[in-house]
């Protein structure tokens, strides 16, 4: 089974810090996503990356970066969180133009 | 560009009864859609998928879904509500052309009445 594993599934943070949101994931796959959940609007996808040290921007890009240095990596950084980046985020990974996404459990993060 | 609509943000049904949630989609491009259902705290998972084969699809738990390419929609069933079913679930689509992309639609939570 493919395993995508996600740092924390629970953060409370200050506006202004620094986030880092990490996923991990152990099937090889090339494709990796970083997804935002919020209620009414489904999910909207924020950057994604389909090779180690290649990113491309998502639909909402703006105030978050993504790093992949590593094939089975892939972070998510807000360089200084707002409140209105609170929300749940999700890391996916799939294989190829349409093959089905598997997703981590999610992290839940609150900026006050 | 591709879009996905989902007709409902919350259906509610009795145990037992038939369960629809609608979805239309939009695409320039033979589409592939899929079916995920997220349970409470978790991630999504995937229901199940088409991908240009048959157009009835099977998925799990009791689940599946018609393309009809006429009326660009891609609507969820299941004969026979379970109490287990109540999850929120999201309509999505992807094609060979959109660049790695899924879009998904706002979801449907789904409750079921005892």
């Known amino acids: 089974d493919v395993k995508v594993t996600q740092s924390s599934r629970y953060l409370v943070k200050r506006t202004g810090e620094k986030v880092f949101l990490e996923c991990v994931q152990d099937?090889?796959?090339?494709?990796m996503f970083w997804y935002r959940q919020d209620p009414g609007l489904g999910l909207r996808l924020i950057y994604f990356?389909?090779?180690?040290?290649?990113?491309e921007k998502g639909d909402i890009p703006e105030g978050y970066s993504v790093s992949r240095e590593k094939k089975e990596r892939f972070s998510l950084i807000l360089e200084s969180a707002s409140t209105n980046q609170t929300s749940m985020y999700l890391c996916?990974?799939?294989?190829?133009?349409?093959?089905?996404?598997?997703f981590g459990e999610g992290s839940r993060l609150t900026v006050l | 560009a591709q879009s996905v609509t989902q007709l409902g943000s919350h259906v509610s049904v009795s145990e037992g009864a038939l369960v629809l949630l609608r979805c239309n989609y939009s695409?320039?491009?033979?589409?592939?859609l899929f079916w995920y259902v997220q349970y409470p705290n978790q991630g999504l998972q995937l229901l199940l998928k088409?991908?240009?084969?048959?157009?009835l699809v099977k998925g799990i738990n009791g689940f599946e879904a018609e393309f009809k390419k006429s009326e660009t929609s891609f609507h969820l069933t299941k004969p026979s509500a379970h109490m287990s079913d109540a999850a929120e679930y999201f309509c999505?689509?992807?094609?060979?052309?959109?660049?790695?992309?899924?879009?998904f639609g706002a979801g449907t939570r789904l409750f079921v009445k005892a």
């Open positions: 996916a990974t799939n294989q190829g133009y349409t093959g089905e996404l598997f």
């Open positions: 099937m090889d796959h090339e494709n």
């Open positions: 990356s389909y090779d180690v040290k290649m990113k």
């Open positions: 695409s320039s491009v033979p589409p592939y």
């Open positions: 088409y991908t240009s084969a048959a157009t």
């Open positions: 999505a689509v992807s094609s060979n052309t959109g660049g790695f992309k899924t879009i």
